[in-house]
C-alpha cells in the first residue's frame, strides 16, 4: 500500500494564505490531477508536499506514517520522486550521469572510502547503478542522448529526462509539476501516453499538477481543483468539467474554449 | 564625559572615511558585479603617486590631491572596467573577485618597483590644530575637515544618483543591466563612470587616511580593504546609506577599542581582527532574502565545451608517464635547490588540488585556506615540539586538526553561498591569522616554531619523494572522486541543489563532506611545506596568500587534476628559474598580476584548459584520440 494524503494544508507566505485548508489523497497506483488557475496555490501544495515549503496547518502522510516534518530529502527517500515546472536539471553533466546520481541516491551501497580508494565494490556498485539507468533509459526513449549534456536537450526532452530521473530512484509516488509547460500539443499527448504507461508498469502513483486540461482529463481517474488557494472541486473528470464553481474559477464565467493556456506561467 | 565625546568624534573622523569608501565600493559592486578586493590597493597606490607629487616633487598639496582624485584614479578606474572587467562580466562573480586579486598583486609589485617598500609620512591636506567643541571636548582640525569631506562627498554622491539623468542612468543599470541597455543607455559607459567614481574615492580616502598612518604597500592595503568591506557588510553589499552607515559605526567601534581597550599586543590583534568579527557575525545572520540574492549563487565559471576528455586510458598514462618522469628527476639532476624548489611545487599542487576539488569539481568556495594550512601546521608542530611525538604523527594528528573546522565551514556553507561564502571563509582566515597565528603561545615569540621533517626522509632528496607520493596520493583521490559517485552527486549539487534534495540526498552531507577533505588536503600540504622549512612559521600562513591560492589555481585551470600540479609546478620553479635574473624577480609580482588578471580575461579555463585542448588536437592527428564525446556545443543562454 502506498498512500500519499494531505490533510488540511494551510500555507502562509507573511500575510498571505497561498494555500487554505487543502486536502487530497493520491491513492496506490492512481493518476491524480491537480488544476486550478494561475497563482492558485498549486504549485505551493505541491511544494508543501515534498517538504520545501513548510505548512502552517495540516498534516502530510505517506502510508499511514506523518512525514511533515522531515526534511525533502528524507521524504525523498521515502518514495516520493518529483519533477520540476521550471527544469532543474543537472545541466553540465551528460544525460547517463543525470540518471546515475538518483540511481546510486537509491540504490548504490558504495561508501564514500570505497569510493575515493576506488576498491573492487565500486565498479561493481557502478555497472548494477548502471544498468537501472539504461533500463529507465530505455524505457523513456532517452538512449540516443545517453552521452548529451543535459544542458542542450529540447525542453521536452528535457522534461522526459527530469521524468526518468524520479524514477531511477523508484519512487512510491511521482509528482509532476507541470510536465507540459514547454511542450506542443503533439509532445505533451505522447507525454500523456508515457504516464499511463509507467503509472501500469511500475504500478506508482501519480500526483499530476498541470494546466493542460486535455492531458488532466484524459490521463486522471480523479482531479482536485484548487481556487484560492482552497479545495472548490473533487471527483472524476467528467464531475470535475460539469461542476459549475470550476467552470467560473477555472475556465472563466463566459469563456467557453480557452481551456489551456499554459503560456501565463510564470 | 568629554574623553568619551571627543573619542566618538575621533572615531567619526575616521569612520565618515571608511563610510565613503564603503559606498564607493558598493556602487561599484552594484553597478558591474565587481567586489573589488584591490580598493585597498587602488587607495595605498594613488596615495604613492599623491606622497610623489606632494613631497618629491614639492606641488601644491592641493593640486597634487586634485589631479590624483580628479584625474589618475578615474583613469585607472575605467581603464581597469574596459580593458579587463567588460571582457569578463558574462563570467561568474568568483572571476572577477580573483581578477582584483590580481590586481593586489600588480600594484604591490608596481610600487615595489617604483617606490621599494619603504613607509612614508604623507602630508595631511588640512591645517593641524585643534578646536574645543560642545561639552568640552576637543578635535583636530584637520579631523573636523576630514567629517566634511567625507560627509559632502556622500551627499554629492547621494544627490547625483536621485536627482540627475546620470543617476537614473546608474540605477537602471543597477535594476537590470540588459534592459537598461535596450533602453538606450549607454551600460558600458556609466560601467566605466562606476569605476571611475569607485577608484576615485577610493583615492581621496588613501590621502585622507594616510596622514594618520604610515603609508605602505604591505599592511595599509589590507587595512583599508578590511575596514571598508566590514562596512559595506552592514548593508549586505546591497545598500549605500547602510554602507554608510556601517562605516560611522565601525570608526566609533574603533576609536573606542582604542581608547578603552587593552593596549597589549594581543589587545591590537583583537583590533585588527574587529571588522572580521563584525562580518562574520553580519553574514551568520543575514536573513534568508539576502542570501538567496544573485551574489549567493553558482559560480562556477561557464566553459565553452562539454570536458572533451581522451579515454581514461589515455588520460591515465599520461599521468603514469608525468609522474615517473617525477620520480627519475633526482636520479639525474643533482642540484640540491632544484630539487627543493620541485618538492615545493609539488607541495604547492596539493593546495591547488585542495582547491579544484572544492571550486571545481563542487562549485564551493573557500578563501579559508591559510587557515586551515597553519591550524595544522602548528598543531603539528606542538605535537612534534612540545610533546615530542614522532613527525608521522605530527602529520597525521595536524591534518585531522584542521577536518572540524573544515566540516563547520560545510554546514555553514548550507546557509550562506558564493560572494557571502567567500567573504565569511576570508574573515575567517584573517582571523586566525591575528588571532592564532599572531599569538606568540602559538606561533613562538619569533613567530615560528621548529617541526622536523619525519624520519627517514630528512635528506632533501628523500623529502623530494614523500612530497612526491604525498602528491600522487591526493591526485589519485581527486582522480576517483572526481569520476566516481561521490564526485558525481558533488557536481549534482553545483548544478542544482534543489533537485539533489529530491532524488534522496542529504546536500548537507556532502557539503560537510568535500569541505572536510578539501581542508585536510591543505592541512597536510601544510604541514609538508613546514616539514620542508623545518618550522612552521607565522608568515607562511598569511591571509592574504589565501587570495593569491585561489587565483593561481583558477590561473592553472580550476577544472583538472593537471591545472592544479601545472600551477603548483610553475609557481615552485618560477624562482629557481629565474634565480639568476633579479631584475625578473624583482618583476615576478608584476607578471604574475598582470598574468593573473590577463589570463582570467582571455581564458576563465586556465592555462591548463589550454594546454588540454592542444593535447587534444595532437591526439586527433594521429588518430587515437578521437572525442568520445560530442562536438563542442555553446552553453545555453540563461543556465547560470
Same mark, same amino acid.
Request: charge should be positive.
Given at each position: 500500500?502506498?498512500?500519499?494524503?494531505?490533510?488540511?494544508?494551510?500555507? #502562509?507566505?507573511?500575510?498571505?494564505?497561498?494555500?487554505?485548508?487543502?486536502?487530497?489523497?493520491?491513492?496506490?497506483?492512481? /493518476?491524480?490531477?491537480? /488544476?486550478?488557475?494561475?497563482?492558485?496555490?498549486?504549485?505551493?501544495?505541491?511544494?508543501?508536499?515534498?517538504?520545501?515549503?513548510?505548512?502552517?496547518?495540516?498534516?502530510?502522510?505517506?502510508?499511514?506514517?506523518?512525514?511533515?516534518?522531515?526534511?525533502?530529502?528524507?521524504?525523498? $527517500?521515502?518514495?516520493?520522486? #518529483?519533477?520540476?515546472?521550471?527544469?532543474?536539471?543537472?545541466?553540465?553533466?551528460?544525460?547517463?550521469?543525470?540518471?546515475?546520481?538518483?540511481?546510486?541516491?537509491?540504490?548504490?551501497?558504495?561508501?564514500?572510502?570505497?569510493?575515493?580508494?576506488?576498491?573492487?565494490? +565500486?565498479?561493481?556498485?557502478?555497472? $548494477?547503478?548502471?544498468?537501472?539507468?539504461?533500463?529507465?533509459?530505455?524505457?523513456?526513449?532517452?538512449?540516443?542522448?545517453?552521452?548529451?549534456?543535459?544542458?542542450?536537450?529540447?525542453?521536452?526532452?528535457? +522534461?522526459?529526462?527530469?521524468?526518468?530521473?524520479?524514477?531511477?530512484?523508484?519512487?512510491?509516488?511521482?509528482?509532476?509539476?507541470?510536465?507540459?509547460?514547454?511542450?506542443?500539443?503533439?509532445?505533451?499527448?505522447?507525454?500523456?501516453?508515457?504516464?499511463?504507461?509507467?503509472?501500469?508498469?511500475?504500478?506508482?502513483?501519480?500526483?499530476?499538477?498541470?494546466?493542460?486540461?486535455?492531458?488532466?482529463?484524459?490521463?486522471?481517474?480523479?482531479?482536485?481543483?484548487?481556487?484560492?488557494?482552497?479545495?472548490?472541486?473533487?471527483?472524476?473528470?467528467?464531475?470535475?468539467?460539469?461542476?459549475?464553481?470550476? +467552470?467560473?474559477?477555472?475556465?472563466?464565467?463566459?469563456?467557453?474554449?480557452?481551456?489551456?493556456?499554459?503560456?501565463? +506561467?510564470? | 564625559?568629554?574623553?568619551?565625546?571627543?573619542?566618538?568624534?575621533?572615531?567619526?573622523?575616521?569612520?565618515?572615511?571608511?563610510?565613503?569608501? @564603503?559606498?564607493?565600493?558598493?556602487?561599484?559592486?552594484?553597478?558591474?558585479?565587481?567586489?573589488?578586493?584591490?580598493?585597498?590597493?587602488?587607495?595605498?597606490?594613488?596615495?604613492?603617486?599623491?606622497?610623489?607629487?606632494?613631497?618629491?616633487?614639492?606641488?601644491?598639496?592641493?593640486?597634487?590631491?586634485?589631479?590624483?582624485?580628479? =584625474?589618475?584614479?578615474?583613469?585607472?578606474?575605467?581603464?581597469?572596467?574596459?580593458?579587463?572587467?567588460?571582457?569578463? *562580466?558574462?563570467?561568474?562573480?568568483?572571476?572577477?573577485?580573483?581578477?582584483?586579486?590580481?590586481?593586489? !598583486?600588480?600594484?604591490?609589485?608596481?610600487?615595489?618597483?617604483?617606490?621599494?617598500?619603504?613607509?612614508?609620512?604623507?602630508?595631511?591636506?588640512?591645517?593641524?590644530?585643534?578646536?574645543?567643541?560642545?561639552?568640552?571636548?576637543?578635535?583636530?582640525?584637520?579631523?573636523?575637515?576630514?567629517?566634511?569631506?567625507?560627509?559632502?562627498?556622500? @551627499?554629492?554622491?547621494?544627490?547625483?544618483?536621485?536627482?540627475?539623468?546620470?543617476?537614473?542612468?546608474?540605477?537602471?543599470?543597477?535594476?537590470?543591466?540588459?534592459?537598461?541597455?535596450?533602453?538606450?543607455?549607454?551600460?558600458?559607459?556609466?560601467?566605466?563612470?562606476?569605476?571611475?567614481?569607485?577608484?576615485?574615492?577610493?583615492?581621496?580616502?588613501?590621502?585622507?587616511?594616510?596622514?594618520?598612518?604610515?603609508?605602505?604597500?604591505?599592511?595599509?592595503?589590507?587595512?583599508?580593504?578590511?575596514?571598508?568591506?566590514?562596512?559595506?557588510?552592514?548593508?549586505?553589499?546591497?545598500?549605500?546609506?547602510?554602507?554608510?552607515?556601517?562605516?560611522?559605526?565601525?570608526?566609533?567601534? *574603533?576609536?573606542?577599542?582604542?581608547?578603552?581597550?587593552?593596549?597589549?599586543?594581543?589587545?591590537?590583534?583583537?583590533?585588527?581582527?574587529?571588522?572580521?568579527?563584525? !562580518?562574520?557575525?553580519?553574514?551568520?545572520?543575514?536573513?534568508?532574502?539576502?542570501?538567496?540574492?544573485?551574489?549567493?549563487?553558482?559560480?562556477?565559471?561557464?566553459?565553452?565545451?562539454?570536458?572533451?576528455? @581522451?579515454?581514461?586510458?589515455?588520460?591515465?598514462?599520461?599521468?603514469?608517464?608525468?609522474?615517473?618522469?617525477?620520480?627519475?628527476?633526482?636520479?639525474? =639532476?643533482?642540484?640540491?635547490?632544484?630539487?627543493?624548489?620541485?618538492?615545493?611545487?609539488?607541495?604547492?599542487?596539493?593546495?591547488?588540488?585542495?582547491? !579544484?576539488?572544492?571550486?571545481?569539481?563542487?562549485?564551493?568556495?573557500?578563501?579559508?585556506?591559510?587557515?586551515?594550512?597553519?591550524?595544522?601546521?602548528?598543531?603539528?608542530?606542538?605535537?612534534?615540539?612540545?610533546?615530542?611525538?614522532?613527525?608521522?604523527?605530527?602529520?597525521?594528528?595536524?591534518?585531522?586538526?584542521? =577536518?572540524?573546522?573544515?566540516?563547520?565551514?560545510?554546514?555553514?556553507?548550507?546557509?550562506?553561498?558564493?560572494?557571502?561564502?567567500?567573504?565569511?571563509?576570508?574573515?575567517?582566515?584573517?582571523?586566525?591569522?591575528?588571532?592564532?597565528?599572531?599569538?606568540?603561545?602559538?606561533?613562538?615569540?619569533?613567530?615560528?616554531?621548529?617541526?622536523?621533517?619525519?624520519?627517514?626522509?630528512?635528506?632533501?632528496?628523500?623529502?623530494?619523494?614523500?612530497?612526491?607520493?604525498?602528491?600522487?596520493?591526493?591526485?589519485?583521490?581527486?582522480?576517483?572522486?572526481?569520476?566516481?559517485?561521490?564526485?558525481?552527486?558533488?557536481?549534482?549539487?553545483?548544478?542544482? *541543489?534543489?533537485?539533489?534534495?529530491?532524488?534522496?540526498?542529504?546536500?548537507?552531507?556532502?557539503?560537510?563532506?568535500?569541505?572536510?577533505?578539501?581542508?585536510?588536503?591543505?592541512?597536510?600540504?601544510?604541514?609538508?611545506?613546514?616539514?620542508?622549512?623545518?618550522?612552521?612559521?607565522?608568515?607562511?600562513?598569511?591571509?592574504?596568500?589565501?587570495?593569491?591560492?585561489?587565483?593561481?589555481?583558477?590561473?592553472?585551470?580550476?577544472?583538472?587534476?593537471?591545472?592544479?600540479?601545472?600551477?603548483?609546478?610553475?609557481?615552485?620553479?618560477?624562482?629557481?628559474?629565474?634565480?639568476?635574473?633579479?631584475?625578473?624577480?624583482?618583476?615576478?609580482?608584476?607578471?604574475?598580476?598582470?598574468?593573473?588578471?590577463?589570463?582570467?580575461?582571455?581564458?576563465? *579555463?586556465?592555462?591548463?584548459?589550454?594546454?588540454?585542448?592542444?593535447?587534444?588536437?595532437?591526439?586527433?592527428?594521429?588518430?587515437?584520440?578521437?572525442?568520445?564525446?560530442?562536438?563542442?556545443?555553446?552553453?545555453?543562454?540563461?543556465?547560470?
Amino acid at each position: 500500500m502506498s498512500e500519499l494524503v494531505a490533510k488540511g494544508v494551510t500555507v #502562509r507566505f507573511g500575510g498571505l494564505i497561498a494555500v487554505d485548508d487543502a486536502t487530497l489523497r493520491v491513492p496506490e497506483r492512481e /493518476i491524480v490531477g491537480l /488544476i486550478g488557475p494561475n497563482g492558485a496555490g498549486k504549485t505551493t501544495l505541491f511544494n508543501a508536499i515534498c517538504g520545501f515549503i513548510e505548512p502552517v496547518r495540516g498534516a502530510i502522510e505517506l502510508d499511514g506514517n506523518d512525514i511533515t516534518k522531515l526534511a525533502p530529502s528524507r521524504r525523498a $527517500r521515502l518514495g516520493i520522486g #518529483r519533477t520540476f515546472q521550471k527544469l532543474e536539471l543537472f545541466h553540465r553533466m551528460t544525460v547517463l550521469d543525470n540518471l546515475l546520481v538518483a540511481a546510486e541516491s537509491a540504490e548504490s551501497k558504495l561508501d564514500i572510502a570505497s569510493d575515493l580508494l576506488h576498491l573492487p565494490r +565500486r565498479p561493481r556498485e557502478e555497472k $548494477r547503478c548502471e544498468d537501472i539507468a539504461r533500463k529507465v533509459m530505455d524505457e523513456l526513449d532517452l538512449a540516443w542522448a545517453a552521452d548529451r549534456r543535459s544542458a542542450d536537450l529540447p525542453v521536452g526532452t528535457g +522534461r522526459m529526462l527530469e521524468l526518468a530521473r524520479a524514477l531511477c530512484t523508484n519512487p512510491k509516488i511521482l509528482l509532476l509539476d507541470e510536465p507540459s509547460s514547454g511542450l506542443d500539443t503533439n509532445e505533451t499527448r505522447a507525454f500523456g501516453q508515457t504516464l499511463q504507461r509507467i503509472n501500469a508498469d511500475h504500478g506508482i502513483g501519480i500526483l499530476l499538477v498541470e494546466h493542460d486540461m486535455d492531458l488532466v482529463m484524459e490521463v486522471c481517474r480523479q482531479i482536485y481543483v484548487l481556487d484560492f488557494g482552497r479545495m472548490i472541486a473533487h471527483g472524476t473528470p467528467a464531475e470535475v468539467a460539469a461542476e459549475p464553481s470550476v +467552470r467560473s474559477a477555472y475556465l472563466g464565467e463566459e469563456d467557453d474554449d480557452a481551456p489551456a493556456s499554459p503560456s501565463a +506561467r510564470g | 564625559m568629554d574623553v568619551l565625546l571627543s573619542t566618538i568624534l575621533i572615531g567619526l573622523a575616521s569612520g565618515s572615511v571608511y563610510a565613503l569608501a @564603503a559606498t564607493g565600493l558598493v556602487l561599484t559592486f552594484k553597478t558591474t558585479r565587481v567586489l573589488n578586493l584591490g580598493y585597498g590597493a587602488i587607495a595605498v597606490f594613488t596615495t604613492f603617486i599623491y606622497w610623489q607629487f606632494s613631497v618629491n616633487y614639492r606641488w601644491p598639496l592641493w593640486l597634487s590631491a586634485g589631479i590624483v582624485v580628479l =584625474v589618475i584614479a578615474p583613469a585607472i578606474g575605467f581603464f581597469l572596467d574596459s580593458q579587463l572587467f567588460r571582457r569578463i *562580466e558574462d563570467q561568474p562573480i568568483v572571476i572577477s573577485l580573483m581578477a582584483t586579486v590580481g590586481i593586489i !598583486v600588480l600594484l604591490q609589485g608596481v610600487i615595489y618597483k617604483i617606490w621599494k617598500s619603504d613607509t612614508r609620512t604623507v602630508p595631511s591636506l588640512f591645517p593641524q590644530g585643534s578646536v574645543k567643541i560642545v561639552g568640552g571636548a576637543t578635535l583636530g582640525v584637520d579631523q573636523l575637515m576630514i567629517i566634511g569631506v567625507a560627509f559632502g562627498g556622500a @551627499a554629492l554622491l547621494a544627490l547625483m544618483l536621485r536627482y540627475t539623468r546620470l543617476g537614473v542612468g546608474f540605477r537602471a543599470v543597477v535594476d537590470n543591466r540588459p534592459v537598461a541597455g535596450l533602453m538606450a543607455l549607454n551600460t558600458n559607459f556609466i560601467s566605466g563612470l562606476a569605476w571611475a567614481l569607485g577608484t576615485s574615492i577610493a583615492a581621496l580616502t588613501g590621502i585622507l587616511i594616510a596622514p594618520r598612518l604610515l603609508l605602505d604597500p604591505i599592511i595599509l592595503p589590507f587595512f583599508i580593504i578590511s575596514f571598508i568591506l566590514a562596512s559595506a557588510m552592514v548593508g549586505y553589499l546591497q545598500s549605500l546609506p547602510l554602507a554608510f552607515a556601517g562605516g560611522l559605526l565601525l570608526g566609533v567601534i *574603533e576609536s573606542i577599542a582604542a581608547r578603552y581597550g587593552p593596549s597589549s599586543g594581543s589587545g591590537r590583534s583583537l583590533g585588527r581582527a574587529t571588522p572580521f568579527f563584525m !562580518v562574520t557575525i553580519l553574514l551568520l545572520a543575514a536573513p534568508r532574502r539576502l542570501r538567496l540574492l544573485a551574489t549567493g549563487g553558482s559560480f562556477v565559471v561557464k566553459t565553452r565545451e562539454l570536458a572533451a576528455h @581522451a579515454s581514461r586510458n589515455v588520460r591515465l598514462s599520461v599521468a603514469t608517464v608525468f609522474f615517473a618522469l617525477l620520480a627519475f628527476i633526482p636520479l639525474v =639532476v643533482s642540484s640540491i635547490s632544484w630539487n627543493r624548489s620541485l618538492a615545493t611545487g609539488m607541495i604547492q599542487a596539493i593546495v591547488f588540488l585542495s582547491l !579544484v576539488i572544492l571550486t571545481g569539481f563542487s562549485g564551493q568556495i573557500s578563501l579559508g585556506t591559510t587557515a586551515f594550512m597553519g591550524t595544522a601546521a602548528f598543531t603539528a608542530a606542538h605535537i612534534a615540539t612540545d610533546l615530542g611525538w614522532s613527525s608521522w604523527a605530527a602529520l597525521l594528528l595536524g591534518s585531522l586538526a584542521a =577536518v572540524p573546522a573544515g566540516a563547520l565551514i560545510g554546514v555553514i556553507a548550507v546557509r550562506l553561498q558564493g560572494l557571502y561564502l567567500a567573504m565569511l571563509t576570508l574573515a575567517f582566515a584573517f582571523m586566525a591569522q591575528e588571532l592564532f597565528f599572531g599569538n606568540s603561545s602559538i606561533s613562538g615569540r619569533e613567530g615560528s616554531v621548529p617541526l622536523p621533517r619525519p624520519s627517514g626522509f630528512h635528506s632533501d632528496v628523500r623529502f623530494y619523494y614523500l612530497a612526491l607520493i604525498a602528491l600522487v596520493v591526493s591526485a589519485v583521490v581527486a582522480a576517483n572522486l572526481r569520476s566516481g559517485r561521490t564526485g558525481r552527486v558533488l557536481a549534482a549539487i553545483r548544478d542544482s *541543489e534543489t533537485a539533489t534534495r529530491s532524488l534522496g540526498i542529504s546536500v548537507t552531507k556532502y557539503k560537510v563532506l568535500i569541505f572536510s577533505l578539501s581542508a585536510f588536503m591543505c592541512a597536510a600540504a601544510g604541514i609538508l611545506a613546514s616539514m620542508q622549512k623545518e618550522s612552521a612559521a607565522r608568515l607562511d600562513f598569511v591571509a592574504y596568500y589565501s587570495m593569491i591560492y585561489l587565483t593561481i589555481a583558477i590561473v592553472g585551470g580550476l577544472f583538472h587534476i593537471g591545472g592544479a600540479v601545472a600551477a603548483g609546478l610553475f609557481f615552485g620553479l618560477f624562482q629557481q628559474v629565474f634565480a639568476g635574473h633579479p631584475a625578473i624577480l624583482d618583476l615576478q609580482l608584476i607578471f604574475f598580476g598582470l598574468g593573473a588578471t590577463v589570463a582570467l580575461a582571455k581564458n576563465p *579555463e586556465g592555462m591548463f584548459g589550454e594546454m588540454r585542448r592542444g593535447g587534444n588536437a595532437v591526439l586527433r592527428v594521429f588518430g587515437n584520440g578521437k572525442r568520445r564525446r560530442p562536438e563542442p556545443v555553446p552553453v545555453a543562454g540563461g543556465q547560470e
